[in-house]
T-cell receptor, first 115, second 117 residues
């Protein structure tokens, strides 16, 4: 079992719709959670961070965290063609896991927003 | 530009040659990380520095790989005797932080794409 799992997609949504991206993680002691956006050939760009259970909103983006279910999600409202990219879920592990400083990434979900 | 800077952006070399990459982190960041990313995968952790001390190394980091951060500022990653499997994007990231519970996010540079002929 991979430590951080994402649906690889591709996920296609029409312009203006809500895109929902999901991620599960195996280390129950994980401390912090991040969503990065990566355009083809470019480096990952941080778009959201979340540290406690619940929702966190920033503009059109909402991150949701449920530590009991070991689940984190990203919602993109009013999706635009410029949102078409690969979205990477990244998790900082628990202190006892030996990965408390590094990020463990999922393989990414490729999102296409159709005009 | 005050982001993470990496050089070169692209490197093409023949199998068996040595290569060195440089990373300049965001100036006030004390933590520096190296990751490797292959096509269709997320970045994989290689190594981590806090100031000049290399505190963590992944099992992925074979003895052909060495990283330094001599003055706690820029870092270099050297790969000796390159192999076909070393072809990847090498990403550098930096962050602020002290202690194991720091939540500061990591910011990535544009990466160095390595191609082994």
């Amino acid at each position: 079992q991979k430590e951080v799992e994402q649906n690889s997609g591709p996920l296609s949504v029409p312009e203006g719709a809500i895109a929902s991206l999901n991620c599960t993680y195996s280390d129950r002691g994980s401390q912090s959670f991040f969503w990065y956006r990566q355009y083809s050939g470019k480096s990952p760009e941080l778009i959201m961070s979340i540290y406690s259970n619940g929702d966190k909103e920033d503009g059109r983006f909402t991150a949701q965290l449920n530590k009991a279910s070991q689940y984190v999600s990203l919602l993109i409202r009013d999706s635009q063609p410029s949102d078409s990219a690969t979205y990477l879920c990244a998790v900082r592990g628990g202190i006892s896991s030996g990965s408390a400083r590094q990020l463990t990434f999922g393989s990414g979900t490729q999102l296409t927003v159709l005009p | 530009d005050t982001g993470v800077s990496q050089d070169p952006r692209h490197k093409i070399t023949k199998r068996g040659q040595n290569v060195t990459f440089r990373c300049d982190p965001i100036s006030e960041h004390n933590r520096l990380y190296w990751y490797r990313q292959t096509l269709g995968q997320g970045p994989e952790f290689l190594t981590y520095f806090q100031n000049e001390a290399q505190l963590e190394k992944s099992r992925l980091l074979s003895d052909r790989f060495s990283a330094e951060r001599p003055k706690g500022s820029f870092s270099t990653l050297e790969i000796q005797r390159t192999e076909q499997g070393d072809s990847a994007m090498y990403l550098c990231a930096s962050s602020l932080g002290t202690g194991l519970t720091s939540n500061q996010p990591q910011h990535f540079g544009d990466g160095t794409r390595l191609s082994i002929l």
